[in-house]
């Protein structure tokens, strides 16, 4: 498996680790943005290898956690309807709506289907004609390309049966959000790798600049993650604020520019809610004028949901790095992966998730004693 | 095959007429061949030895049917025989039930009731009692088998999950995740430079050699099926009220298996093995039941993968392979590909 497995090794990780160790003289809270990195983090002990100052805050780049509870019992609302076939990436089948789940909409004897991708949804409308398919396309701009490229397949195809119930949200202005809300503590950012592999990371250098706050670029295996620190350790412990790339094997300044000219062309920025965090003004992407014909939304006239989060659920303080996922109340509690009251525990991605899957509820020390005597060489 | 007239499967085949008979026995009789099954009665009479019995049953739905490395058939054979090895018994008898879906070709049947045949024989066991019943086209998936089997537990032998004890090793006879990948890569249309191939295998043989040779200093066995490695981990650690730590560098994982996890987001230790079996042993013993697996050809690629320990009762620990350590826990529900 070229480039995965060397970026794996644990003897090189050591040593990285080892360098941050030396560079870092003050405490540092670093955000890493994507969910995929906060997983990565979090199976690895990445954050246990790290000198004692140096935090990881867990932002809110987690697609299915940050998909409002409305968009998700709408989800479910189109879902339920006789003569719809509604497909989905395998992740969102769990997400719990305010009364059920798609699995349960499944087992109602709904049509819901996981496809791995949005055009295999295209394929789908194409053979059934008398079926109205819909695709749930959540997420950010790593999986906008592919979305985008369904409702432009389907409208050369001149496909009527088809639509997309979209809920995209953008990277750079939940930044903003993050580095300009009262008493932010993000000191420096790990830049999603795979969102800027399409996007680039042109958008960032202003952000930089004007909360002079250094940015990595950064990859999701163990060395990639121990790179992005390290060079944010390096520019905060220099007090430099620049754009860096640690993702150079994937990731341009410019990005995927014939990705970028069909997103420009199909989607439109819009104001977008997050769950967890509330509306942040055009940080999310809805279908153009020319394509709104194919927006579920408008196919479908959903209405009368009403939807509440629940108060014991402090998510919104764990996005922004105000407290640990642990030290919420209800973690653990009230609050599990089977039955998670908000965005960071809905999705293996979601911090809470992360920690109480990989146990961060038990410390690192005590951790360490039970597998102190593995002698394991096989 | 002198199968009357029809291609496929007709209600009639489940019915007690003359198609179910002609069925019984042009199909299962000639293929399963043994005394107890020939006698035809309403239940096979067996002789068995003085001591404990075990009894196991486990019903198959795979989808597809047949995949690289096997097909339903084999695995609803070697299936009941490993839940029955895994239990210190020796594997002895089996029944089959067949649920069939009207308009299931003929050929795909017969084609799974050779390779029952082919397994029940090299796992040494007989097919001694079926049935057969039709649905109505639309209400099956072709073709779902039941089988149940029975064992004699060998004299002397205790194992069982509550019986894994601090200090144990743990083992495991092979590589991890292929039978689910193989599944998976043939749903999703995946392909790669190799095949990925189910592990479906009777691992009666292989235990049989292990308690041979080490007896009593085996405690727990079980083969990791649904679920993988970490469910098995953690039900025998809740079940023996111990803790369980494994050094991820150590699972044995094909570099194909590694890399269809990959594009799918999924975690080998959650996949579905169906020829393999996990050991825990008196850690003294560890070397020699390697070298016992090593020998024998479905246990080439046997590795030692951690120890039970007396901290962190229930829970499994894995050491990563940056050196740090979390837990691996239970999956809630089916592992589903992540979304990016």
Known sequence: MKYLTEFRNGEIAQRMAREIHQ?????????????????????????????????????????????????????????????????????????????????????????????????????????????????????????????????????????????????HVLVPPAIEAILGAPGNVVQGFLLAGHVCSVMGYWEYPPLAEKYKIPMVVTGFEPLDLLDGIRRAVVQLEAGRHEVENAYGRIVTFEGNKPA?????????????????????????????????????????????????????????????????PAECPAFGKECTPRHPLGATMVSSEGACAAYFNYGRFISAEDLAKAGSGLTVND | MPLVGYPTIVMGHGGGGKLGNELVENLFVPAFRNVALENLGDAAVLDVTAGKLAMSTDTFVVQPLFFPGGCIGELAVNGTVNDLAVSGAVPQYLSTGFILEEGFPLAQLAAIVESMAAAAAKAGVKIVTGDTKVVERGHGDGCYINTAGIGVLRPGITVGP???????????????????????????????????????????????????????????????????????????????????????????????????????????????????????????????????????????????????????????????????????????????????
């Open chain 2, 162 to 340: 509550q019986f894994a004890k601090p200090g144990d090793a743990i083992l495991v006879s092979g590589t991890i995740g292929d039978h689910g990948m193989a599944i998976m890569s043939v749903r999703e249309g995946l392909e790669f430079e190799s095949q990925i191939r189910s592990d479906c295998a009777a691992l009666n043989g292989l235990i049989a050699e292990v308690l041979a040779a080490v007896g009593t200093q085996v405690h727990t066995m079980r083969d990791p099926t649904r679920g993988g490695l970490a469910s098995t981990l953690n039900e025998i650690a809740q079940s023996s009220g111990v803790g369980m730590a494994i050094d991820e560098a150590s699972l044995p994982v094909r570099p194909e298996v590694q890399s269809a996890c990959e594009l799918l987001g999924l975690d080998p230790v959650y996949v579905a093995n169906e020829g393999k079996v996990v050991f825990f042993v008196a850690p003294e013993a560890a070397e020699q039941v390697l070298e016992v697996l090593r020998a024998h050809p479905l246990g080439r690629e046997a590795a030692r993968i951690g120890q039970v320990t007396a901290e962190y009762p229930r829970m499994l620990v894995a050491r990563t392979a940056m050196g740090a350590n979390r837990v691996i826990p239970i999956q809630i529900g089916e592992q589903l590909p992540r979304i990016c």
């Open chain 1, 23 to 167: 560079i870092a003289t003050r405490p540092w809270k670093i955000m890493e943005v994507c969910g995929g990195q906060t997983h990565s983090i979090i199976k690895n002990g990445i954050d246990q290898m790290l000198p004692a100052g140096i935090e990881m805050i867990h932002g809110p780049g987690c697609p299915v956690c940050v998909t409002p509870l409305e968009l998700i019992d709408k989800a479910l609302a189109i879902a339920a309807q006789p003569g719809v076939i509604f497909c989905s990436f395998g992740d969102m089948l769990r997400v719990p709506g305010t009364d059920a789940d798609l699995f349960q909409v499944k087992g109602a004897g709904g049509d819901v289907r996981v496809v791995y991708s949005p055009l295999d949804a295209v394929e789908l409308a194409a053979k059934n004609p008398d079926k109205q398919v819909v695709f749930f396309g959540v997420g950010f701009e790593t999986t906008a390309p592919a979305n985008a490229m369904s409702v432009h397949v389907a409208k050369r195809r001149g496909l009527t049966n088809f639509s997309l119930l979209v809920s």
């Open chain 1, 260 to 324: 970028q000219k069909l997103l420009a062309e199909v989607f439109e920025v819009t104001d977008r809610a997050w769950r967890g965090i509330g509306v942040i003004p055009k940080s999310g992407w809805r279908l153009s004028e020319a394509y709104r014909e194919f927006d579920a939304e408008e196919r479908f006239h959903i209405s009368g949901i009403h939807t509440e989060e629940s108060p014991l659920c402090h998510s919104g303080d764990v996005l922004r790095g105000a407290i640990k």
